[in-house]
């Protein structure tokens, strides 16, 4: 017995409910609960509720009847419809094996309609459902009210159920969509033209994601295959109805944050086509990459977020690290890492950084990097315990073996101890042994960073947004406003410091010589103070140094000028630009200390 012969059966022994019509290759009432608008005689007085009620006890014993005497049509189209249209095909034959089973009439579209059956499930297409083929090169297709009047009408609201029975639209009780892949389009390698990327922004896609989310209440929508799973195992009567109810409002939530990102995302594009300079509204769309132990401190509640942004697609960094060993990542070790890595990625030469609290505490470029790491560690060593070490080259054997026996310069004796090693890159010697050092120490592999990103901070009630300071050293003219006139060697040593110092919390000082940091001093309240640290940290060692300053020096004599230049300080570099500009030359002049200016400053808060 066919299926369409069980409900007339089903139906003449419940005497409630009349004939129905064909549509499509399955059957379907010819009103939005299945009852034949010619004959109305036998549910006069009955509310609509009730009629759906009696609809689906009819229909349920149908199928009963069916699977009886053909169990072939057990479970399909007896509990619903589900919409699948997805770009991402993963786990598609999965789900459409777990909707037949559970009793949903699949309906589909182009591709999806093709893999599910060439996977052997019958599929009713859209355009048989809405009667309209495919039009405009597949812009239309579920765009019409065959489709969207089955997902938005409310269920327990009778004109709305009223409407979709006069004009027989099925309901449909599952909408899969996942959406063309705008992203990859865009970002593919060679970039596509501007036409074809707006050939990829998908209309009828978000359509009825935002429409099934709408009608949650009585619809599910899936956006993401990662929950196919827990999509069938509600439909399969696993389910609570909280359960099944908390379920759609999760998917809802999670399907508007699927258009969401998208739009943001098709945004961003346009502004970078038609746009200049700051965008005058923007979303930025993140996606949750880690769930942290805690913040800066343990009352505070924390996650790191991925960037999904276009432009961070190739911004390499801390963010899209590989992490190869060692205990989880906290806030604070995100923090330091990224401060870590943008300084060494600062450098063009082979060199070491060595953070502690966001700030740079010993820098060193050598050709041999295992000597521009001990130099790196002996600028401060103290600092040194527990900070974060970053290169910008990779780590081979005899370097990860040096990383792992280093003694402290301060007793040589104790170990030195890591929170991160973060490098671009690992031989698989280098790797291996590295992992021996500590079973917490944690290794991430990282592409170098990359320029030009976009910089965010939250003040009370708003966002500020600026461009990175990207500019490099090698970018800047150093003019010499002193008598005295700079060596090669001094010059090599003002950049290096000059780089040192752009990666040092204001008010920020760096002592440095022959390619290494001597000793820095950084978030004082007064120039002064971070002067008079950074040449207690060099030590001795000040004699014959360079001194970088990221800003200018509002005072010179008696000040934080004079104070290097009777430390044995050589060479000087500032931005220059404060009204005193003159007293600075003046006192270097007396002291035969080399000084020169950038124009630039370099504040970090």
């Keep these: 017995m066919s299926l369409f012969a069980s409900i007339q059966s089903a139906a003449s022994r419940r005497t409630a409910v009349p004939g129905f019509s064909a549509l499509s290759r399955g059957f379907f009432p010819t009103g939005a609960v299945g009852f034949d608008r010619a004959q109305p005689s036998c549910f006069t007085g009955l509310p609509l509720s009730r009629r759906s009620h009696i609809f689906r006890q009819t229909l349920a014993s149908a199928a009963e009847m069916s699977a009886e005497k053909d169990p072939s049509v057990a479970g399909k189209g007896t509990k619903g419809r589900a919409l699948v249209s997805v770009s991402d095909k993963s786990g598609l034959a999965e789900l459409a094996k777990g909707l037949s089973n559970a009793g949903f009439e699949l309906i589909s579209t182009g591709g999806s309609a093709a893999a599910m059956e060439s996977a052997g499930f019958e599929v009713t297409r859209v355009e048989q459902l809405t009667g309209f083929p495919e039009m405009l090169d597949g812009r239309v297709k579920t765009l019409h009210p065959m489709v969207h009047g089955g997902i938005l009408a409310k269920r ?91 379920f759609r409002k999760k998917m809802a939530w999670k399907a508007f944050q699927h258009c969401a990102t998208y739009d943001s995302q098709v945004s961003e594009y346009l502004w970078s086509e038609v746009g200049e300079g700051l965008p005058p509204a923007f979303s930025v769309p ?20 991925s960037d999904d942004t276009l432009a961070s697609a190739k911004a390499g960094g801390v963010g899209k690290a590989t992490q190869h060993h ?45 000597e521009a790491y001990e130099l790196a560690v002996k600028a401060d060593p103290i600092s040194a315990f527990g900070g974060i070490v970053a290169f910008n080259r990779p780590v081979d054997e005899d370097l990860a073996n040096h990383i792992r026996q280093f003694r402290s310069p301060t007793d040589g004796e104790t170990k030195m101890f890591y929170e991160i090693v973060i490098a671009p890159g690992y031989t698989p010697e280098g790797l291996a042994t590295l992992k021996g050092k500590s079973k917490t120490l944690r290794i991430l592999e990282a592409q170098p960073k990359i320029d030009g990103a976009a910089v965010f901070r939250q003040v009370s009630g708003g966002y500020l947004r600026q461009e990175e300071d990207a500019l490099k050293a090698a970018d800047i003219e150093f003019t010499c406003v002193s008598e005295a006139q700079p060596t090669p060697e001094q010059v090599s040593d003002l950049k290096f410091a000059w780089t040192c110092v752009k990666h040092v919390k204001s008010n920020a000082i760096v002592i440095a010589k022959d390619q290494r940091m001597l000793g820095m001093g950084s978030g004082q309240p007064n120039r002064v103070k971070s002067v008079n640290i950074s040449l207690e940290k060099a030590g001795n060692e000040t004699k014959g140094s360079v001194m970088a300053s990221d800003a200018f020096f509002p005072f010179s004599w008696n000040d934080s000028v004079e104070i290097a230049c009777r430390s044995g300080v050589k060479a000087i570099v500032h931005p220059g630009g404060s009204m005193r500009d003159s007293d600075a030359v003046d006192c270097c002049n007396k002291y035969g200390v080399v000084l020169m200016t950038t124009g630039v400053r370099h504040f970090r808060h």
């Design 156 to 246: 327990e609201n009778e004109d709305h159920m009223a409407t979709v029975e006069s004009n027989n639209i099925p309901m449909i009780d599952v909408v899969v969509v996942n959406l063309y892949p705008f992203r990859s389009t865009v970002l593919s390698k060679p970039p596509v033209d501007f036409d074809t990327a707006i050939e990829n922004i998908d209309i009828g896609g978000p359509a009825m994601i935002r429409a099934a989310a709408k009608n949650h209440k009585d619809v599910t929508v899936i956006v993401d295959p990662a929950d196919y799973e827990i999509l069938v195992n509600q439909l399969s009567g696993k389910a609570t109805d909280e359960e099944e109810i908390a």
């Design 286 to 305: 993140v996606t949750v990459a880690q769930s942290l132990r805690y913040g800066e401190n343990p009352h505070q509640s924390a996650a790191f977020y």
């Design 326 to 370: 060692g205990k989880e990542m906290s806030y604070n070790n995100y923090l330091d890492a990224d401060a870590a890595y943008a300084c060494v990625c600062d450098i063009e030469e082979p060199a070491c950084v060595v953070v502690k609290h966001t700030n740079p505490c010993g820098v060193a470029c050598r050709d041999n990097l295992l």
